[in-house]
């Protein structure tokens, strides 16, 4: 009876050691970058100009790259918390890439531009839903918000073609972990 009860118990601490525990783990983000934007010629939706940000940055995930696909309307919007020229952001997605390879995977929810003509510079703000991504980020969950200062760089003969970005992304990020 001693070797069975012996047996037993060592069976359970093997499965208990031997299988991982999965379990979600809400982890808060400030990660800050800088970049640049350009138009492309893109067409997400009718009336609509698409733009391609590129930036780098570093925070609570480690160092990232970050490249995003944003539409914007052609057309401005009134708003009250824009003094300036507003420009509604239709949609857009993007992909973190960190230095272990991770990739983390976002869609824009809702986003605006507010354009200040006589200072010549705009300020970006949007809200972003994670989708999942790979490696540490496999099933990944959460919400970012990022707000950003664009300056123009290169001017063409139909507008800003070349924009600084510089900002932060500040939210939550779910993964899910093994222990």
Known sequence: MAHRIKLIAATTL?????????????RPVRMTFSGSIVPTSIAVQA???????????????????????RTDALAPQPSSACPGLNIPV???GGVFRFQDGSLL?????????C???????GHLT????ITGGTGRFSGASGSLTSTATLRPVLVGSGGVVLLTSTGRFDGAVETRDEQ
Request: glycine share 12%; no cysteine; hydrophobic share 45%.
């Open 90 to 92: 239709v949609a857009g």
């Open 47 to 69: 009336n609509t100009i698409t733009d391609e940000e590129l930036l780098e940055g570093h925070g609570a995930l480690g160092p990232f790259t970050f490249r995003k696909l």
């Open 14 to 26: 093997t499965l208990s050691l031997g299988v991982a525990d999965i379990y979600a783990r809400e």
């Open 115 to 121: 354009i200040n003509l006589a200072a010549m510079v």
């Open 105 to 113: 995977t976002v869609l824009i929810s809702e986003g605006g531009l």
């Open 126 to 129: 949007e809200t972003y839903r």
